[in-house]
Each structure stands twice: as structure tokens, then as C-alpha cells.
């Protein structure tokens, strides 16, 4: 599958049922079908849906938290993954969200270099740990940060130190 074959759009509560199937499959301590309500139902949060041919491939939740964007939940179905797709929900949200100085966070496991190396691809950079972060085998999680400097076409993204160094210390 290409990117092109995709259609990308706003999740809605009818696509749960497919959403919590591929989240089952995807991490060993699904969300709940409250936690995705509860995503859905805040205005200024960007929930979208990867379909292919109708049905619901991936998905990804960003919620915004005062001027920070938390990208909260990225998954693809297991048997489409490495085509593109997350990929694709991460340029479409970048597409709709990066103005100049605009800010992004996450969290993912150590263990998940794949996913480690796709948002570095996207400008995300490690800052730092989350000690035992993870609740089914206290795994820690490490925290990446995305500043944008120059808006959605990618210009000056801000050097990882930068990046740092603009939040103060905790």
C-alpha cells in the first residue's frame, strides 16, 4: 500500500469498535473505550483516521494541553505496518497543526526503535526518560519534544539542545 491510497479524516465515535480492535492488537496495555471518548469529546484535540478502502487502518490521537500538542496514541493495524501509514497520520496532523514556534510531545517505549526512528524522521528529539512508565513491565519510556520554527513545510526545525534548552528545567 501507498500513502496515496489512503484517506485520511476526523475520527468519529462509530469508528471505536474498529479502533479498539487494532488497539488490542497493537500494545499490551490497550487503551479503554472511555479513554478514546474522552479524546473524541475535546474540541481542540486532532483525532484522525487512516482508511483504506473503507476501513479503519490506523489512527492517531493529539490532544492540546495549554500551547503543547501531545501526540497520545499512533497505531496501525499489525499486518499494515511499515507502508506508510503512520507516516501519513503524522504529516496530515503536522499539516493541520505546526505554526511557527508550535510544540509537540510524546512518549514511547525504549524498546521501539522503529517508532523512535519515525518520529526522529519528523523532527522529533529524545529528551529525557519517564522511569517505569510503562504499566505491564515498568519499561521506561523516552520523552521526545518537536519545535517548529519555520511552519508545516519543515523549514529550521530548532536544534535538539535548543530544544531543551527553551522549557525550563523541572
Known sequence: MTPETLDIRR??????????????????????????????????????????????????????YDTVWHVMNVA???????????????????????????????EVRTSNAPAISLYESFGFRSAGLRHGYYHDNKEDAVIMWRVVEGGSNGDGWVAPEDQVARRSPA
Not at 52 to 61: F, K, S
Not at 78 to 97: N, Y
Not at 99 to 106: F, N, V
Open 76 to 106: 496501525v493495524d499489525d499486518l499494515l505496518r511499515r507502508e506508510g501509514i503512520a507516516s501519513t497520520l503524522l504529516t496530515h496532523l503536522f499539516e493541520r497543526a505546526d505554526t511557527a514556534g508550535e510544540q509537540y510531545t510524546l
Open 11 to 64: 475520527l468519529s465515535y462509530a469508528d471505536l469498535p474498529q479502533v479498539i480492535a487494532i488497539e488490542r492488537r497493537a500494545f499490551p496495555t490497550p487503551w479503554s473505550l472511555a479513554m478514546f471518548v474522552l479524546e473524541l469529546s475535546k474540541p481542540s484535540g486532532i483525532c484522525l483516521a487512516a482508511l483504506r478502502e473503507g476501513r479503519i487502518v490506523g489512527y492517531l490521537i493529539c490532544s492540546r
